[in-house]
């Protein structure tokens, strides 16, 4: 349930206000995260590549990454992120 005020996240694309159901959207807590974090580079999409790829990949520099959806918004920027950290992808 949401209510006037609260901060959601969801596929919204950029714009002021959106009409519509609420499926796929969910509360967002500034106490938790702060702002900024969902409107920053990395985002919600970038902090799911970063810890998928550091927390459970754990790849060393010189590791060969393999990222089967390179092409799309987690995978694009889990690329980046192997690159940086000396991997081969």
């Not at 950029?14 to 499926?23: A, K, L």
């Amino acid at each position: 349930d949401f209510s006037v005020g609260d901060y959601v996240n969801g596929a919204l694309g950029v714009q002021d206000y959106f009409v519509g159901e609420p499926r796929g959207f969910y509360k967002v807590d500034p106490k938790l995260v702060p702002l900024p974090v969902y409107l920053s580079a990395l985002g919600m999409t970038g902090m799911t590549a970063y810890f998928a790829l550091l927390d459970i990949g754990a790849p060393k520099a010189g590791d060969t990454v393999v990222i089967s959806g390179a092409a799309g918004a987690v995978g694009s920027i889990a690329g980046q992120i192997a690159k940086l950290k000396g991997c081969h992808v």
